[in-house]
């Protein structure tokens, strides 16, 4: 790996460690609650959303080899001083809907290799250098993939991340999967069929029984889906459409979609590979169904009958 791209990623683990302290006093210091103000998503942002967005910025000024930061916080890409050859797409809070009830939240990353001079930040996730993730659960994991295999650490005692599962695989076939079914109303046939099946369980097509966990946070979903299986579903439903779908493609699904699909499992829109959709805008919006390949499979088959 180049020394370089190391170092890059070794700065933001060092942010990573730093929200996660922050996090974990969060209450006391009264900082769990809202900023005040809007976000470029029509979020209001939380105190910590901002607070962790701040700790980003402050650790990538310092390493000269990343020269931009794109971020859910950030209206536009922020070009630092730097003129160093990568740029890092990230959601610094991720679930912040959790931050109040002490529920995993997360940090996702991207880096992307880009000319300072004439930086090329919309680029498919194909592209991508690295992506990663911090779990800030019971444990505090660092998540991270080049694109051939996905290694988890643990933060310890001392604030070293040390290597703790290695070439970590998705099993194709799982009984969980992973949806806000409060949502159903606006759900399409595809993915009304694919969750019917696993409602109907043993006696149904799918012939097993299915588990259903939405945590609300999208690492800890997917933690939990890399660690033992499932499928993670935001599909486009008929109140997202008009925005693309619910979650973001430079920072959430393209960084996730690289991570799962590195450890054997599978990331689509419903009609395509994620990691193959050219990105129009930083915050461009994207469905998201990710996880065990043989999940992702059934609910793209539903999508093909749909037409
Ligand atoms: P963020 O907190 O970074 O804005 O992301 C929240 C996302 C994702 O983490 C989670 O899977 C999804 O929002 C939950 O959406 P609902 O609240 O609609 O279930
Ligand atoms: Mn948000
Ligand atoms: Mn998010
Ligand atoms: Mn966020």
Not at 54 to 78: C, G, M, W, Y
Not at 141 to 149: A, D, I
Not at 154 to 172: C, E, H, I, K, W
Not at 279 to 304: F, K, M, N, T
Request: charged share 20%; with cysteine.
């Amino acid at each position: 790996m180049a020394p370089k791209l190391a170092g890059s990623i070794a700065t933001v683990a060092a942010a990573c460690v730093e929200i996660a302290a922050v996090l974990r006093v969060a209450p006391i210091a009264g900082q769990t609650g809202l900023a005040g103000a809007t976000n470029v998503q029509g979020e209001a942002q939380k105190e910590l959303d901002v607070i962790s967005n701040d700790i980003f910025i402050k650790h990538l000024r310092q390493n000269t080899d990343i020269s931009i930061l794109v971020s859910e916080e950030l209206d536009e890409a922020l070009h630092m001083q730097n003129q160093g050859a990568y740029a890092i797409a990230c959601d610094p809070l991720d679930g912040s809907s959790n931050l109040d009830v002490n529920v995993t939240v997360g940090t996702i990353f991207s880096v992307l290799a880009v000319d300072p001079a004439n930086p090329e930040l919309l680029q498919a996730g194909t592209r991508q250098l690295a992506a990663g993730y911090a779990a800030y659960g019971p444990s505090t994991s660092l998540v991270l993939s080049f694109g051939k295999s996905v290694s988890v650490f643990t933060l310890d005692a001392n604030g070293v991340f040390v290597l703790s599962a290695d070439a970590v695989r998705v099993p194709a076939a799982s009984g969980e999967y992973a949806i806000n079914t409060a949502r159903e109303r606006f759900w399409d046939a595809a993915t009304r069929a694919y969750v019917a099946e696993n409602v109907a369980g043993e006696t149904g097509p799918a012939g097993k029984r299915y588990n259903m966990r939405w945590i609300g946070s999208m690492v800890g979903d997917i933690h939990r889906i890399l660690m033992r299986g499932g499928i993670f579903m935001y599909p486009l439903d008929s109140e997202t459409a008009a925005k693309g779908g619910r979650l973001r493609l430079l920072y959430e699904a393209n960084p996730m979609g690289l991570i799962i699909e590195a450890a054997g499992g599978a990331a689509t829109t419903g009609r395509g590979r994620i990691l193959e959709v050219p990105p129009q805008d930083i915050h461009q919006r994207i469905p998201v169904i990710l996880g065990s390949a043989d999940e992702v499979a059934r609910v793209e088959a539903h999508y093909r009958a749909q037409g």
